[in-house]
Nanobody
C-alpha cells in the first residue's frame, strides 16, 4: 500500500483547502483512511477518518474540526479527500494521511503513511 498526500498551501483565516490522499494497492478499498496533523513542537493528532464502504463508510472527526472539515472517499479515483473550510490559524500543521485495516484514532495504530503536506493559515 502506498499513499501520497497533496493539496496543502497557504491561505488566510476563513479560507479553504482540499487535501487529497492518493492510494494504491489492490485491497486498499477495505482500509480505514485517516488524516492526522502535527504542528511544530506538538504531538501528531487525529483529525478525521473514514471506514471502507463495506463497513458503512462512516466518518469521524475531532471536535475542533466538526462542521468545518469533510472527509470523503472517491473510489473511482482511488483518493480520500479532506475538504477544509473556514480555516483557522490553529489548523496550521503538516497534515498526513494514513491507512490501516482496522479503525482507530491513534497514529500508532496506523500501518501505512503518506508524506506530509503543509497547511499554513495566516491571521
Amino acid at each position: 500500500v502506498q499513499l501520497q498526500a497533496s493539496g496543502g498551501g497557504l491561505v488566510q483565516t476563513g479560507g479553504s483547502l482540499r487535501l487529497s490522499c492518493a492510494y494504491s494497492g489492490r485491497t486498499f478499498r477495505v482500509y480505514t483512511v485517516g488524516w492526522f496533523r502535527q504542528a511544530p513542537g506538538k504531538e501528531r493528532e487525529f483529525v478525521a477518518k473514514i471506514t471502507w464502504s463495506g463497513s458503512g463508510g462512516g466518518t469521524q472527526y475531532t471536535d475542533s474540526v466538526k462542521g468545518r472539515f469533510t472527509i470523503s472517499r472517491a473510489s473511482a479515483k482511488n483518493t480520500v479527500d479532506l475538504q477544509m473550510n473556514n480555516l483557522r490559524p490553529e489548523d496550521t500543521a503538516v497534515h498526513y494521511c494514513a491507512a490501516d485495516p482496522g479503525s482507530a484514532f491513534r497514529p500508532t495504530d496506523y500501518t501505512y503513511w503518506g508524506q506530509g503536506t503543509q497547511v499554513t493559515v495566516s491571521s
